[in-house]
Nanobody, 115 residues
Framework: QVRLVESGGGLVQPGGSLRLSCAAS????????MGWYRQAPGKERELVAT???????NYADSVKGRFTISRDTAKDTVYLQMNSLKPEDTAVYYC?????????WGQGTQVTVSS
């Protein structure tokens, strides 16, 4: 059983920052990759950023230069640092991890960017 628990969402003004955390119930170095996705109202879930087993990262074009994915293997936690937030970043953000042939999701955390 694998559990992923997100935290850190909230309301922030445009131009502000938030850091999301995703705590895993097992050692994150056992995941082939972990990542963040988001889903805005009325839209499909989309990739935000991923980090692979060996540390390689990948970002959606819309967040490049503003968001940074990282991990702390001692805490089994993956982070998403979000800077220069825009109203169009408003969404529910989900943590995802691929382990032992299966994909696992967290429950999501709401991020709202509004003045």
């Amino acid at each position: 059983q694998v559990r992923l628990v997100e935290s850190g969402g909230g309301l922030v003004q445009p131009g502000g920052s938030l850091r999301l955390s995703c705590a895993a119930s097992r050692n994150i170095v056992s995941f082939v990759y972990m990542g963040w996705y988001r889903q805005a109202p009325g839209k499909e879930r989309e990739l935000v950023a991923t980090i692979a087993l060996r540390g390689g990262t990948n970002y959606a074009d819309s967040v490049k230069g503003r968001f940074t994915i990282s991990r702390d293997t001692a805490k089994d936690t993956v982070y998403l640092q979000m800077n220069s937030l825009k109203p169009e970043d408003t969404a529910v953000y989900y943590c995802n991890g691929y382990y032992a042939g299966s994909s696992y999701w967290g429950q999501g955390t709401q991020v709202t960017v509004s003045s």
